[in-house]
């Protein structure tokens, strides 16, 4: 599991929600903003330091931007485990849930699979399809209701949340789950901490996924 926070340009990120969230995902976290006309700043960072984010935080929180905080289920605690993942030029992706997709490479994890086998591959050759409604919702019912997948595209200025709905919305700020930080002190219902079980991804893939070539961006 994870906690994934959008954060628009024009609304802040409170101090004690990041003290927070990284209490109970102590496994590193990436940050990635729309810094400029067509560019997308990523940073991460490996230890759970609330110093460190809050200084990452700090100088990107004038654009719109999304935090990842991880809590690993699958692969091992190294920066190439780090969200956001490159899918394509100037398009990055996060993941919060856990997906029983085929892990190729021992210690990565399934979100670094799913990136790089599954989204990239697909959004190379066609990013602007990230903005299909008929392929988002192809793209949400093959993760199933207990995942999130957040991307950032700078070629279009635009953040797209699959499976928003199953968020939560708080001040301006978008929420993946209120489970991996303590909501009732926000006023938000808290979710019972226990790891889920894994999606898993039904046996026929959807049409997109016919042909899957394996990319290389995050080796």
Known sequence: MCLI??????VDVPLELLRSAIHYNRDGFGVMAFSGRQTLTVKRHRKACLASLYRIYHSVAEHECVIHLRLK???NVTVK??????VAPKVYMAHNGTLDV????????DSWHAANDYMAPILQKDPGILHDQEFLGQLENWIGPEN???FMDAHQGKTVIVNRNKGIEFNGLWLSNTRWFDADRFGLPQQERIMPEVQAIPVTPPPFFKSKP????NR
């Open 214 to 217: 394996i990319c290389r961006y």
């Open 5 to 10: 926070i959008h954060k628009p340009k024009g």
């Open 148 to 150: 999130r997948l957040v």
């Open 102 to 109: 085929p892990c190729r490479i021992k210690g990565r994890s």
């Open 73 to 75: 289920t699958r692969g």
């Open 81 to 86: 485990n780090l969200h956001p993942f490159r």
